[in-house]
Structures are given as structure tokens and as C-alpha cells.
């Protein structure tokens, strides 16, 4: 299962998983795109998921649970990126951001818990914003810190089972992200991520995802409570 798979890093991992014979759960909040999923991934199953509504995650269960599935991985990708001056943080950006960002996985994870096969494994996405000190994105950096702490508490409790929780920590990737800040600002930010950059560019979707089937696939078997960097080398300058 992929939360919040219906654009960018999230959407590129449903599309090779299936490409590599996989099956996969998709959910988004957004009907535009999921019913676009559907058409494009017609093997994929969709679901209408909202992480930031308390409820949502009991109807995540019981939509695996009413289909007879058992998962044998989850990747909690779900979120979206908000900000302001510190002078014009509000308790609605700040309350709206956690709701999604920090309390809908938890609540996710804890009703998909005993959908998830023993064996399995759990990735979670945090963000390079956790760690580098943006502008205007103190909330959004707060609520990814908060998953890599989480992540390291949920791969103790869940070892017993052999679930494995890791993390991607992805830096500048090309999707939708800063949408919200005004172009000339996302523009001049971006410019000077790329000259922060050792690898020199953005990353791709496709990238991230990648690492992130790495963690949910065998091939990761004795990786636990770790956070993968996924960001050309940003957080090592």
C-alpha cells in the first residue's frame, strides 16, 4: 500500500511495482487524481483517503480487511508541504500540517497493523527539510522530524514480528512540493539548492521511489530504524 500515491514519488513507486509483476493499494485525497490512477494502473487498487481526517485510517483498515488482503509492506507517503514567516504562523497552518504530516500516519499504521503480514516492512517519508534549515518551512520541518523519531520507536515495537520501519529523507526531487510558495520565491529557492548541491540537479521521482522499494523489498532484510537520504548530497555539506 502507498498513502498519497497519486502524483509524484508515491505514484512513480505504484508504477514499478506493477511493472515488476507486484500488486499494489494506492489511496489519495483527491478524486481528480485517484480516478487518473486508475485509468493509467487499471491493475492497481484505489483508495479515497484523506490522512489528515481522524477517521480515515479505521476506513484504510476496512478497506484492506473487507477485501481480504494482507499487506506485505506500506509505505506512509502522505503529506504535503505548507509555510509561512515565523511571524505569520497560525495554529490553522500549524494544526493542519501536524494533522496530516504526523498524526495521519500514526493512526495509519496503527489501524493497518494487523493487516500487515509478519516479515513485512514499513517505509515512512520524511523529508531533507527535517535537518537543512529552510526558509518559511519551520512547521513542515517539525512534523518530519517528528515521523524520524516516530519510525525509530516503531521499528523496536514491531521487530518482534520481524516488521521493519525505515525512512526516505528525500532533498530537492521534481514534484509538487513547493507549490505553495509564489514562483518567484520557489524559483530563487531552488537555484540555490542547486548550487548547495554536490550532485548538481534535482532529483527525479523515480529516484526516491526507488530507494524506497529498496527498503520494502528482501533486499533490505536487515535494515530497521534507518533513514535513507535521497537528496544529491544536500545534508552531507
Do not use: C
Not at 16 to 23: A, D, H, K, N
Not at 82 to 110: C, H, I, W, Y
Not at 129 to 142: E, I, K, N, R
Amino acid at each position: 500500500m502507498i498513502t498519497g500515491g497519486t502524483s509524484g514519488m508515491g505514484l512513480a513507486g505504484a508504477r514499478r511495482i506493477l511493472e515488476e509483476g507486484g500488486e499494489v493499494v494506492v489511496t489519495g485525497s483527491n478524486r481528480e487524481r485517484l480516478d487518473g490512477v486508475a485509468e493509467e494502473l487499471p491493475s492497481a487498487d484505489v483508495v479515497l483517503n484523506d490522512a489528515g481526517d481522524p477517521d480515515s485510517a479505521a476506513e484504510l483498515a476496512a478497506a484492506v480487511t473487507k477485501s481480504d488482503q494482507r499487506l506485505s509492506g506500506v509505505w506512509l507517503n502522505a503529506g504535503y508541504g505548507d509555510g509561512a514567516e515565523l511571524g505569520d504562523t497560525s495554529a490553522k497552518l500549524f494544526d493542519a500540517l501536524m494533522a496530516t504530516n504526523v498524526r495521519g500516519p500514526f493512526l495509519q499504521l496503527a489501524a493497518l497493523n494487523d493487516a500487515l503480514d509478519d516479515g513485512s516492512s514499513v517505509v515512512v517519508t520524511s523529508s531533507a527539510t527535517a535537518y537543512d534549515g529552510s526558509p518559511l518551512s519551520s512547521v513542515y520541518a517539525a512534523t518530519k522530524g517528528a515521523l524520524v523519531s516516530a519510525v525509530r520507536g516503531w521499528a523496536t515495537e514491531l521487530a518482534a514480528r520481524d516488521i521493519r520501519v525505515n525512512a526516505i529523507v528525500p532533498g530537492p526531487i521534481e514534484t509538487r512540493f513547493r507549490d505553495f510558495l509564489d514562483q518567484e520565491t520557489k524559483d530563487g529557492l531552488e537555484e540555490q539548492l542547486l548550487q548547495d548541491l554536490p550532485l548538481g540537479r534535482l532529483g527525479t521521482a523515480e529516484e526516491a521511489a526507488a530507494v524506497a522499494l529498496f527498503l520494502l523489498s528482501d533486499d533490505a532484510s536487515f535494515v530497521t530504524g534507518s533513514q535513507y537520504p535521497v537528496d544529491g548530497g544536500l545534508l552531507m555539506r
